[in-house]
């Protein structure tokens, strides 16, 4: 099921842009062909009644990845 919740960041409220609704048709998401796994830290910061019902957008995992590596490196 398909609801507007699930189109939504449960991060940042923007759009997630998640292809959900392509993959239904046989396409696919950039959040399922990205290199690595959703970082479990930053699943964690989704409030845990917006948990599992939508995907975090492309900018709120660039821009957590931006902060993770820059934490690395100090
Ligand atoms: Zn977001």
Redesign the pocket.
Same mark, same amino acid.
Request: neutral net charge.
């Given at each position: 099921m398909i609801n507007e919740a699930a189109a939504t @960041?449960p991060? +940042?409220g *923007?759009d *997630?842009l998640c292809g959900i609704k392509e993959v239904l048709t046989g396409g696919t998401c950039w959040c399922m062909n990205k290199a690595e796994r959703m970082p479990q830290e930053l699943l964690e910061r989704v409030p845990p009644d917006k948990r599992r019902q939508s995907c975090? +957008?492309q900018? @709120?995992y660039t821009a957590y990845m931006r902060e993770a590596r820059s934490r690395e490196a100090q």
């Open positions: @960041c991060l +940042c *923007n *997630n975090i +957008c900018a @709120c």
